[in-house]
């Protein structure tokens, strides 16, 4: 099946700071055929500044990064932009703080 050129290119921004992790998130994503768009984001300053330059189509975060956690992030992307689905993906996460996560506004 191949991707029809009409098809709208998903705007994603991407709060990881391992470039293998990244990598694995892009691939499983168009492995799905899907037409992304990344902004990559590393660090809390850089996740700030992309969220307050441009409009997302959805949010995917590591929930542990080394001076930024994955809850400050989506506080933040609630705040700034209540409307972007905001998802976690990492595995580091226990159920208690999946639910936690998914009480203060994270789809997935």
Known sequence: MSISADKRRV????????????????ETLSSNELICEFTVAGSREEFEAALRR???????????????DGL??????????????????SGTIGEDIAVDSLKHGAVD
């Not at 929930?63 to 930024?68: C, G, Q, V």
């Open 54 to 68: 441009a409009g997302y189509d959805l949010i995917i975060s590591d929930f542990t990064l080394p001076s930024y």
């Open 11 to 26: 705007r994603i921004l991407h709060l990881e700071d391992n470039e293998n992790d990244r990598i694995l998130v892009a």
């Open 72 to 89: 400050t992030a989506l506080s933040l992307a609630r705040e700034l932009h209540p409307e972007t689905p905001f998802v976690f993906f």
